[in-house]
């Protein structure tokens, strides 16, 4: 009957991968109750009559924690590296798209909205320029790229975006749209010397 009670691992196991490990430790400790019930005697009670029962419900319970956190873990980074990409391919898009030559003007609207889905809000404004009075109800993060200001993003405020995609997006997406803005201006000089 003890050599049964690896099966109850097998029911966390899922419940981690799928929710995490609080959830995990809730069945973990569910599934233990529900092992001593059915099957250690004497059956239906949470009583015990042996004592290498209880070392074999603690055990099983601490193989079902470690397997919950590792499984939790796991999700985790499949989550951010799962971000990274999605970061990393947006940027790549832009560059190509921006590098290219189309106005900046033109990608903005499209920038800021590819922007939003990266960082897990509903919507966001790109302004380049110096910073305003933020639009009500906005919150604004600063786009900085080498020491200078390239513009704002705006999001919903109090939206929920993901901090650790902002730190790490927003400071590639402002060197891109620094290097955008440099390339209309030159190209402007450059009409304007040949006129």
Known sequence: VLSLGVLYVFAVL??????????????????????NWFHLPPVHTFTLAQSENWFALAVYFATAVVVSELAARARRRAVA??????????????????L????????LDQIATRTAAVLGVESAEIELGAAHRP??????????????????LYTPEGAGANVAARHR?????AALLAVAVDRDRLEREALEAET
Do not use: N
């Not at 899922?14 to 092992?35: D, E, H, Q, R």
């Not at 604004?140 to 200078?148: I, K, M, S, V, W």
């Not at 997006?169 to 997406?173: R, Y």
């Open 14 to 35: 899922p419940i981690a991968v799928i929710y995490g490990l609080p959830l995990a430790l809730v069945v973990s400790v569910a599934s233990m109750l529900a092992f």
């Open 169 to 173: 997006f927003l400071p590639a997406l």
């Open 100 to 107: 290219r030559g189309r106005g900046l003007d033109e990608e």
């Open 81 to 98: 590296a799962e971000q990274r990409e999605q970061e990393s391919a947006l940027l790549a898009e832009l560059a190509t798209e921006l």
């Open 135 to 152: 639009p009500p109800g906005r919150a604004p993060h600063p786009l900085e790229a080498a020491d200078r200001s390239v513009g704002t």
